[in-house]
């Protein structure tokens, strides 16, 4: 059976971090004490993020943090970032929190148990018997591998409504303590956000259509090393390598033709690709290597602009922005994430009513 998008949301903690701010921070913290930040500072610049959203103010940031610390502030932060997300996509789907038969929840920025839609029971007005799917460690392939876990769920029984929420504090993980590359790169690429989808087997009497196909991964042998976590005794420590770009460039059009034959499609039937925008760089990759036009991937310039790499739930937020545009048609929504693993769904939606 098909599944409906009914509802999509997104949303963004409080503190806005300028990316100025955010670089004179950076080099009161590491320009005395990292011989190679002078060389990476520019990245600050080409990097496609003016802003970005956070859970903790600036200066949380120019004092040491633990893990107990850390922790804490992405409890704090996720739990209003999850109420706020869920809030917003049961009212868009014009759904309560008491109809919901299942709540897939994605995180992969912080340590809750119990997880945090357990957490906001009370506060959402959760049943008490509803079905509670909570998801760790997909990193930003999170927003898509969630939404096709959401999508399987939907499908599998008729009539279920099921609410899928992506929460990320990745700023609580920034560390000064271990002067690595992939702490500066985070420094000038991640923020905080989430998002929220509703869905269904059913139809949504109003409204656009958006249908939802089968989802499918690619993950790469002995690639652990591209993308994570290390965890020590103060936290998160990002694993970020600098050969992302060269791989998409080598790697992503093959894995991306996979995906669409396995969803009964090719290249060319896709009006619009819907992609995670991790990086500047990372674009211009995806681009170059399904040959698409050059900057022609702008709701994610725009969101990446506008609230950096948020990790999981930033391809819902070039989702709701691109269909918010007018995009619709075939599409295929793509994200990387730790494994080394590319996610995929193919989406359908009908034009807007006029």
Known sequence: MPAYLHGLSTALPPNCLAQSDVKERATALFADRYPQFDRLAGAFETAGVDRRHSVVPL?????????????????????????????????DAGWTAAEVDCVVTVSSTGIATPTLEAQVFNEMGFRDHIMRVPVF???????????????????????????????????????????????????????????GACLSSEPPAHGQRVELGRGHQRMWPDTLGIMGWDVDDIGFGVVFDRSIPSFVHAEFAEA????????????????????????AKVLEAIESALDLGSESLDAERDVLRAAGNMSAPTVLFVM?????????????????????????LPLRAEPRAA
Request: glycine share 14%; charged share 20%.
């Open 59 to 91: 200066d949380w940031f120019s004092h040491e943090h633990g893990w107990k610390e850390r922790n804490e502030a992405y409890l704090e932060g996720g739990r209003a970032l999850f109420v706020e997300a869920a809030t917003s996509a049961l009212r």
């Open 320 to 344: 709701k922005a691109a269909l918010e545009n007018g995009a619709s048609g075939q599409m295929m929504a793509c994200a990387l994430g730790p494994g080394f693993t590319a996610s995929y």
């Open 256 to 279: 991306t033709g996979r995906a669409l034959s396995a969803a009964g499609l090719n290249h060319g039937q896709i009006d619009r690709y819907v992609c995670h925008p991790g990086g």
């Open 137 to 195: 460690g997909l990193g930003c392939a999170g927003g898509v591998s969630g939404l096709s876990i959401a999508r399987t769920l939907a499908d599998g029984t008729p009539g279920t409504k099921v609410l899928l929420v992506v929460v990320e504090t990745c700023t609580v993980a920034f560390r000064a303590d271990r002067l690595q590359k992939a702490d500066i790169i985070a420094a000038v690429l991640f923020g905080d956000g989430a998002a």
